[in-house]
């Protein structure tokens, strides 16, 4: 019945998605009938040379009209205004000022928040969802709903302490994951091919990676991110904070780049110099639009004092490498820091030609966008049955399942009467599923409207006045309890809990929740089901050890339909394969200051350590745990070599370690055919010993033999997703670099690999790997 009643809802609920057919508006755009002889748009010179003409041809005060995200027209160039600010993060969004999610469309597809979309470890479907997201965006702004094309999407900072509020938008706190997922996205909201390598002279739509950089901090006790100075050392940011942004900029080609309101080792993040020109445009070759986050640069004066007047703060900005301001600052000050000889109109133009440039590569100074690459993408790719399948997809194969004594899941759909008590303030409100950054859905059905497609005779009782749960109705949802056949408690957090501009202080559940789980699990006759609902890891240690909690579901905030989702797996119609990509650490933890930026740990200070990688603590759910109703076994088919050779002898000697002393090399001395040939192919077999088939993310570890002085504990290496039959064995390949994957960073913030014993890791199994210089 359940697979049934659930695709029945599913599809209805496709059928009465919005209306996407109407009367369409004009799309904005320039070069129409009188300006189109102009060079700038002539789409046979090189968009360098195009932007250098429009923008020689712009008066001082037209220039410094587009140098704030609201870009002014430019009537006597036939150049329409243009909106810098839209938002993209799980889906297109009304949040920011780009996109009008009123009249013909009035939806767009909202799929899980992130931090769940990344436990799938599935970059394919990654991309996929930037793809759909991109084409959704397109839709939209050919129906004349959008006044830009750019997407202040992906969040791709490091969610390096649970407590982040913003921690949910986030892929979690791997670097490797994080990089990977940004480059997925990204090709695929700009309409790249999953392996790279489009035309980059055509953008679907223009993707951010923000917030650059070492930005993880919103609203913590007395501490705001307004005016926070993250104090990193360079081991900490060659290995942690700056690969995503690397991996975005130069695999993913992203075209926007986002600096962060907080200053890094006392600089501005929108006034640093060294990260906006020296390292994204002259070392990693960025090639678009660098924008500041809402409000930054007027901070840099007023609240951060690092300027000393609003002239002196625009041109910190301006000299620095950033382009376009989210605020009006720099069309409130820019004219009188020239007059003032505090910025050059030269360094106004390289922002200007930088961004025009953006603008011409998606096509809206080619004549009519609806004419060009990507005018064929009309309403009804907004809110697709293909999209609203997608969200589904991408709900189901991100819920974690974290605990199933004997077998509690999946629930028994009994032949004759069954009942089912419904208890939890987050049970029924289909707004909470969507988190963060997210514009109307398509569609909206609740966890409890989705388990009434399956049980006929269902009790709710909310439990508490709200998540916070300050008052709780505990007799009532024990007297529930006590007649069910079935318990299933929909507890957690939501916005009000963890969002932008507030972190949180504790780890626990909020207010009387605990009190509430605790009482049910005693009240009822069979082992109940915990469904959580959160973006940052709780301490549920009471439920993992609670002997009538028999099942624990994460499901972070699942999207539009993680209702649905959520009912297919308690009730088996899915199989779990999600694995946290973050660290569940327990309340003792907030011992640790939120402002301490360090990764690794410090013992003579009792300071543990953050993420897998580096945290010395025990963990209530470590990162990349999550169960199945299927048992999988993994063994090491191959792996060639086994021992790879990094020294510059052409006769390479058997491996001879001296255990006392480790030899090191920087990464840097390497040749790149040395460092192409230090390549180990490991070949993975995983089978399927359950009942039930499912998709399942493998996740290949390095640990080192020798610990401690900086060392990661162990690092992921490489990750892939693969569906599999009962019984069903697959062998999984994976390429092992030694430059890329095997290297670790020392002080000085340069990588480096170490001479010795190495170990590959899947589930339990360990395999040899030698590293000799």
């Known amino acids: 019945m359940g697979v049934r009643w659930s695709f029945v809802i599913f599809a209805l609920l496709l059928v009465t998605s919005p209306a996407m057919e109407s009367a369409q508006q004009q799309p904005p755009y320039s070069c129409g009938p009188g300006t189109r002889s102009l060079p700038f748009c002539n789409p046979d010179l090189s968009i360098r040379v195009r932007s250098r003409d429009l923008v020689s041809r712009l008066t001082l005060d037209e220039k410094i009209s587009q140098l704030v995200n609201a870009a002014s027209a430019i009537p ?22 780009g996109i009008i999610l009123q009249g013909p469309i009035w939806a767009a597809t909202s799929f899980p928040q992130v931090i769940l979309t990344a436990s799938t470890f599935d970059p394919i479907l990654w991309y996929r969802i930037g793809q759909a997201i991109g084409k959704e965006a397109r839709g939209i702004y050919n ?33 490797i994951v994080t990089g990977k997922y940004s480059v997925s996205y990204v090709r695929g909201v700009q309409g790249d091919t999953y392996e790279g390598g489009r035309d980059r002279g055509h953008l679907m739509a223009s993707a951010c990676c923000k917030h650059f950089t070492a930005y993880d901090l919103d609203n ?91 002239e002196e703060a625009v041109a910190d900005v301006l000299n620095a490498g950033m382009d376009v301001n989210c605020g009006n600052y720099l069309r409130n000050y820019t004219k009188s820091a020239v007059e ?39 309403p009804d790719q907004v809110c697709s049955d293909n999209h609203q399948a997608l969200a589904l997809e991408a709900a189901r ?103 932008e501009d507030f972190d949180r202080e504790d780890l626990v559940l909020p207010g009387k929740q605990q009190l509430l789980i605790e009482a049910v699990a005693q009240a009822s006759k069979k082992p109940i089901v915990l469904v959580l609902l959160c973006g940052g890891p709780v301490d549920v240690s009471f ?66 350590g953050r993420t897998y990688r580096f945290y010395e603590g025990r963990p209530v759910f470590q990162y990349g745990y999550g169960l199945s109703y299927s048992t999988y076994s993994y063994k090491f088919a191959s792996v060639s070599p086994q021992v790879i050779f990094l020294g510059q002898s052409s006769k390479p000697q058997p491996p001879k370690f001296n255990n006392s002393v480790a030899r090191v090399t920087l990464v840097q ?24 088939g499912g998709k399942h993310p493998i996740l290949l570890f390095l640990r080192r033999a020798k610990q401690g002085n900086g060392r990661p504990i162990k690092q992921l290496v490489g990750f892939q997703s693969v569906e599999l039959k009962v019984d069903e064995e697959l062998e999984v390949q994976f390429s092992v670099n030694a430059c890329e994957h095997l290297g670790w960073s020392n002080e000085e913030g340069l990588m480096v690999i170490e001479e010795g014993h190495h170990y590959l890791v899947v589930g339990e199994e360990e395999y040899p790997i030698d590293i000799v210089l």
């Open 543 to 608: 439920a993992k050890d609670h002997p009538n909690i028999g099942g624990i579901i994460w499901a972070g905030y699942p999207g539009e339909a993680g209702g649905i989702a959520i009912s297919e797996v308690i009730f088996g119609d899915h199989n779990p394969g999600g694995r946290l990509p973050m660290t569940w650490y327990p309340q003792e933890f907030t011992k640790v200051t939120m402002i301490d930026m360090r990764m690794r740990p410090d013992r003579n200070t009792h300071y543990p």
């Open 143 to 175: 129906t004349g709903q959008a006044k830009g094309l750019t997407f202040w999407a992906p969040n791709i900072n490091i969610f390096r302490d649970p407590r982040w509020g913003r921690g949910q938008e986030t892929p979690g706190e791997d670097p």
């Open 669 to 692: 001395n390497l040749s790149d055919k040395l460092c192409q040939n230090s390549k180990s192919a490991v070949t993975v077999a995983v089978k399927n010993h359950g009942k039930m």
């Open 340 to 378: 003032k000889k505090k910025v050059s109109v030269a360094a106004i133009d390289r922002a200007l030609r930088n961004l025009f440039a953006v603008r011409m590569r998606l096509g809206l100074f080619n004549g009519n966008p609806k004419k060009q690459p990507y005018g064929n993408i009309g």
């Open 220 to 310: 913590w006790k007395t501490v705001n991110r307004f005016v926070f100075d993250a104090k990193v050392n360079a081991q900490d940011m060659a290995d942690t904070y700056q690969p995503p942004f690397q991996k975005c900029v130069v695999e993913g080609k992203a075209s926007g780049i986002m600096c962060a309101y907080n200053k890094v080792n006392g600089i501005p993040g929108c006034a640093n110099y060294n990260l906006l020109t020296e390292v994204a445009r002259a070392q990693w070759k960025f090639d678009g639009y660098i924008v500041s986050d809402c409000d930054a640069v007027s901070l840099i004066y007023e609240q951060q004092g690092y300027a000393l007047s609003q």
């Open 397 to 499: 194969n991100g819920i974690v399942l974290l605990k199933n004594t004997a077998k509690t899941l999946p629930l028994r759909r009994q032949t004759g009467t069954f009942s089912l008590a419904v208890i939890g303030p987050n049970a029924d409100i289909p707004k909470t599923l969507l988190g963060n950054y997210h514009g109307p859905p398509c569609k909206s059905i609740s966890p409890l409207q989705a388990l009434k497609s399956y049980v006929k005779d269902v009790i709710f009782e909310k439990g508490c006045d709200s998540v916070a749960c300050g008052m709780t109705s505990l007799d009532k949802a024990v007297e529930i309890t006590k007649h069910a056949d079935g318990v299933v408690m929909f507890m957690g957090l939501d916005q009000s809990q963890e969002r």
């Open 76 to 97: 006597r160039l036939g150049i329409p205004e243009f909106e810098w600010w839209s938002e993209g993060l799980h889906g297109v969004a009304d949040v920011g000022k």
